[in-house]
């Protein structure tokens, strides 16, 4: 099982949604100074609980592993990950450890980043595709979401592993048949790493979640 959902949090009424808030998530949202960071973090929080509620999950208990990847304590086979850029925040759920990752596709881009922290080939595509920039974002997404799947996070290099864009999206000398899935919503590029294929995703908007 796999869930997959996202929202353009910038209609989010923040006072509402800090009310929804457990107190540690209200802490967070307190330590941001800009709304924009304050709604992306309150709404990142409510559509976890969403797609939680979904499920019967009512009582979680958060914890964080040694790199910082949130998981339910006592709910073991449940996992989730979440990721947000922008407007837009995104939230995966599953039975089986999971990455996600959302990233607005800014056209402007510096390809320096790929050519310095990418897998060489990775860089290589990018500059021969139609589209650098969006073929860039493919990549970044993908990358990072398999990152946040392992749990290490940035503490995994960017060009210690490849991604191979093909007919299916691979990562290359996988031992583990990870599934990548990749979407194009709007001005955003979205992934998934998991053991499973995405079939579909759900958009809610802000009034949804309050």
């Known amino acids: 099982m796999i869930k997959l959902a996202y929202c353009n949090v910038d209609d989010l009424d923040l006072a509402k949604a800090y009310e929804l808030l457990p107190k540690t998530r209200k802490?967070?949202?307190?330590?941001?100074?800009?709304v924009k960071d304050k709604k992306l973090s309150a709404?990142?929080?409510?559509?976890?609980?969403?797609?939680?509620d979904?499920?019967?999950?009512?009582?979680p208990i958060f914890k964080t592993e040694k790199y910082g990847k949130a998981y339910i304590s006592n709910y073991k086979d449940i996992h989730f990950n979440l990721s947000h850029?922008?407007?837009?925040?995104?939230?995966?759920?599953?039975?089986?450890?999971?990455g996600v990752d959302v990233e607005y596709n800014d056209p402007l881009?510096?390809?320096?980043?790929?050519?310095?922290?990418?897998?060489?080939?990775?860089?290589?595509?990018?500059?021969?595709?139609?589209?650098?920039?969006?073929e860039f974002f493919n990549y970044w997404v993908l990358k990072e979401s398999y990152m946040k799947y392992?749990?290490?996070?940035?503490?995994?290099?960017?060009?210690?592993?490849?991604?191979?864009?093909?007919?299916?999206?691979?990562l290359k000398n996988d031992k583990d048949n990870l599934k990548?899935?990749?979407?194009?919503?709007?001005?955003?590029?979205?992934?998934?790493?998991?053991k499973y294929e995405v079939k579909d995703h759900t958009e809610y908007y802000a009034k949804q979640m309050i």
């Open 27 to 34: 802490q967070k949202v307190d330590n941001f100074r800009f």
């Open 54 to 59: 979904e499920e019967n999950i009512t009582d």
């Open 109 to 134: 881009i510096d390809l320096n980043i790929a050519r310095h922290y990418f897998y060489n080939k990775e860089y290589e595509n990018i500059m021969k595709s139609d589209n650098p920039s969006d």
């Open 180 to 194: 990548f899935n990749l979407f194009d919503i709007g001005d955003y590029k979205l992934a998934t790493c998991s």
């Open 85 to 98: 850029s922008s407007k837009i925040v995104a939230c995966a759920i599953s039975d089986v450890e999971v």
């Open 43 to 52: 709404g990142a929080y409510l559509l976890l609980k969403k797609l939680l």
């Open 150 to 170: 392992t749990g290490l996070g940035f503490n995994l290099d960017l060009d210690s592993f490849e991604i191979v864009i093909g007919d299916e999206i691979t």
